[in-house]
Structures are given as C-alpha cells and as structure tokens.
C-alpha cells in the first residue's frame, strides 16, 4: 500500500507532461471531503490517503505519494439533482433565489452560471420544483462550494481565502415566498 500524504490544489507547480503521464482516480464527494481514505489508481496501486483535516480533495487536484509519484484526482460521476430555471418561464434571478434557499439550509451546492448541483434530497427537490425550478436526477462529477471562512476552490483549481464576517442565522423558518407562475 502506497501512502500519499500530499495534495497539490489543481496541481500547482506540477508540470504539464507529469500531469499527462500520472496515473489517476475517480472519487465520489463522500470519499473527497475525508481527510483519511483508501483508493486504487488507473495503474492498479492501493493508495492509503492521509491528508490533513478538514482538507478536501477536488477534482483536478494532484496526490503525491511517499515515492515521489503523482496521482490526478478525478471527481467521479454520481447520483446528484440537477437544478435549472424554467426554460419557458426561468430567469437568472430563479437560479440566484433557489441557490439562496439551498444555502440557508446549509445544503453543499455546485455552483454553476446555468445550473446548481445538489446531492438527491427528494424533499429539497419538492421544494425547487415548488420554486418552479426544473430538477432532473443525473449522474454527473460534484463539486460543491467549500465555504466562505475556511477558503474554497473554485473549478479552476484556484484557491481562495476567505476571511469571517459577523453574521447571524435565523434557522427556523423558511422564507419562501411563493407567486404565481404559469406552467403548463
């Protein structure tokens, strides 16, 4: 078993023909956000992972083990709810609005200009579709935001640190309110 116990953020410093060459592996979110797991590699090698808490690997982040090689990360597909705005009747601001509604309930969210990603939730989705949001369960990479405070990457690989603000939440009630909206 090879223990890798770095991980270079979108690869950083590394260069492109060791990228090309590395071996890689797919892994879910679940397995993505622990700090100790184990996994196979395309070449056949069990990876004991050993990384700081609280670290989160991504997808197009690079593992460096013990001997020195490298392993591409690569976020594998899985079962997740694909969340848009209304072809015929959606906007921008239905996106914007569902994601703050997911957010307030402390949901890990994809964030994509045309889409948000989320893990099946069947009550979540009752509550988009609510927001006449279309919500399609697919199989599909997940990469959720990492947090405001404690720094996040972004899909290109880049990170960025955050700093607190003072804010309060009011967890007990839902905010939503609903208008009418013609589907059909």
Same mark, same amino acid.
């Given at each position: 078993? %090879?223990?890798?116990?770095?991980? %270079?953020?979108?690869? @950083?410093?590394?260069?492109?023909?060791?990228?090309?060459?590395?071996?890689?592996?797919? %892994? $879910?979110?679940?397995?993505?956000?622990?700090?100790?797991?184990?996994? *196979? $590699?395309?070449?056949?090698?069990?990876?004991?992972?050993? %990384?700081?808490?609280? @670290?989160?690997?991504?997808?197009?982040?690079?593992?460096?083990?013990?001997?020195?090689?490298?392993?591409?990360?690569?976020?594998?597909? @899985?079962?997740?709810?694909?969340?848009?705005?209304?072809?015929?009747?959606?906007?921008?601001?239905?996106?914007?609005?569902?994601?703050? =509604?997911?957010?307030?309930?402390?949901?890990?969210?994809?964030?994509?200009?045309?889409?948000?990603?989320?893990?099946?939730?069947?009550?979540?989705?009752?509550?988009?579709?609510?927001?006449?949001? *279309?919500?399609?369960?697919?199989?599909?990479?997940?990469?959720?935001?990492?947090?405001?405070?404690?720094?996040?990457? *972004?899909?290109?690989? =880049?990170? =960025?640190?955050? =700093?607190?603000?003072?804010?309060?939440?009011?967890?007990?009630?839902?905010?939503?309110?609903?208008?009418?909206?013609?589907?059909?």
């Amino acid at each position: 078993m %090879l223990q890798v116990s770095k991980c %270079l953020p979108g690869g @950083q410093g590394l260069a492109p023909a060791l990228r090309k060459r590395a071996s890689f592996v797919e %892994l $879910d979110w679940d397995v993505r956000q622990k700090s100790r797991f184990s996994a *196979t $590699d395309s070449s056949g090698r069990v990876l004991a992972i050993f %990384l700081p808490r609280g @670290q989160a690997v991504r997808g197009g982040d690079v593992l460096v083990a013990e001997d020195g090689s490298v392993v591409l990360v690569q976020a594998a597909p @899985q079962k997740v709810l694909h969340i848009s705005a209304c072809a015929q009747h959606g906007s921008a601001f239905d996106l914007m609005r569902a994601a703050y =509604h997911l957010g307030n309930r402390h949901v890990p969210i994809e964030l994509q200009p045309d889409h948000l990603k989320i893990e099946p939730d069947h009550v979540l989705a009752d509550m988009l579709r609510s927001m006449h949001m *279309t919500v399609v369960e697919a199989d599909m990479p997940f990469e959720p935001e990492g947090g405001a405070y404690g720094g996040h990457v *972004t899909n290109d690989g =880049h990170s =960025h640190h955050g =700093h607190g603000h003072g804010h309060s939440h009011d967890h007990g009630h839902d905010h939503a309110h609903p208008h009418p909206h013609p589907h059909g």
